[in-house]
C-alpha cells in the first residue's frame, strides 16, 4: 500500500513571496503518477500539476512546478510570485499507473493537504 | 464542456435514515471514483467504476455503503442506514480512460457533497 505524507498543516507568506510545499511518499510501484491539488475555501478541487514517475524533468505549469526527487521520494511544490487566489489548501496525491488492460487507473492515495494562506 | 457535477451539495440528517448522493462525471468519462474526507483526515478512496462496472471497491467501509452506476452514466451512493462516523464530504471524480497518455488517466473532481448524520 501506498502513503503521502505532508507534514507543513498550514503556512502563511507574503503575497509575491514564493513557497514549497513538501510531499513524501513510499511505494514499492515503480510506474505511477503524482498529483498536487488544490481546494480554494468552499470551492471544488483542482488539479495543480501533474507528474509521470518516468519523467526525470520536473513538471511546470506557469507559476507552479515541482521538485521531483524519485529515490528519495519526495515530490515537493514550488509556488512562484504567490497571489492572494492561490489561498487554498493544496494536497498531494499519488496514482499507480495501469500498464495492463482491464480499463482504468486506481484511486488516488492523499496526503492530509497544507493550508496555505497568502497574506496582503 | 461541464466539469463533474454532484447533488445535493450539502445533507444533513439523522441517524438511522437514509442518504442518496449523486455524482455526474464528464461526459465520455469512463472511469468514475468516489472518495470521502472525514474532518481531519485523509481523502480516502472508496471505490472505482469502469463504466457500469466496478472495478474496486476495497474502500468501501462497510456493507451500509453500496454504489451504484447503471447503464454507466450517472452513479449514485447510498448510505443506509445512516451512522454519526459517516459524516464527512464526499468527492466524486472522473477520468478519460486507461491509455498512454496521462490526460486520459488524471482524475477531475466534483464539488463534494457535505454530509452531516445527527
Known amino acids: 500500500a501506498q502513503t503521502v505524507t505532508q507534514s507543513q498543516p498550514e503556512m502563511s507568506v507574503q503575497e509575491a513571496e514564493t513557497v514549497t510545499l513538501s510531499c513524501t511518499y513510499d511505494?514499492?510501484?515503480?510506474?505511477?503518477?503524482l498529483f498536487w491539488y488544490k481546494q480554494p475555501p468552499s470551492r471544488q478541487m483542482i488539479l495543480v500539476i501533474r507528474?509521470?514517475?518516468?519523467?526525470?524533468q520536473n513538471a511546470t505549469e506557469n507559476r507552479f512546478s515541482v521538485n521531483f526527487q524519485k529515490a528519495a521520494k519526495s515530490f515537493s511544490l514550488k509556488i512562484s510570485d504567490s497571489q492572494l487566489g492561490d489561498t487554498a489548501m493544496y494536497f498531494c496525491a499519488f496514482m499507480k499507473h495501469r500498464v495492463s488492460s482491464g480499463g482504468g487507473a486506481d484511486g488516488l492515495t492523499f496526503g492530509k493537504g497544507t493550508h496555505l494562506i497568502i497574506q496582503p | 464542456e461541464a466539469g463533474v457535477t454532484q447533488f445535493p451539495s450539502h445533507s444533513v440528517i439523522e441517524k438511522g435514515q437514509t442518504v442518496t448522493l449523486r455524482c455526474d462525471p464528464i461526459s465520455g468519462h469512463d472511469n468514475l471514483y468516489w472518495y470521502r474526507r472525514v474532518m481531519g483526515k485523509e481523502i480516502k478512496f472508496l471505490l472505482h467504476f469502469v463504466k457500469e462496472s466496478k472495478q474496486d471497491e476495497s474502500g468501501m467501509p462497510n456493507n451500509r455503503f453500496l454504489a451504484e452506476r447503471t447503464g454507466g452514466t450517472y452513479s449514485t451512493l447510498k448510505v443506509q442506514p445512516a451512522e454519526l462516523e459517516d459524516s464527512g464530504v464526499y468527492f466524486c471524480?472522473?477520468?478519460?480512460?486507461?491509455?498512454?497518455?496521462?490526460?486520459?488517466?488524471?482524475?477531475?473532481f466534483g464539488p463534494g457533497t457535505r454530509l452531516l448524520v445527527l
Open positions: 511505494t514499492s510501484e515503480s510506474n505511477y503518477y
Open positions: 471524480a472522473s477520468s478519460q480512460g486507461q491509455g498512454a497518455l496521462p490526460t486520459q488517466e488524471t482524475q477531475y
Open positions: 507528474q509521470e514517475a518516468y519523467k526525470q
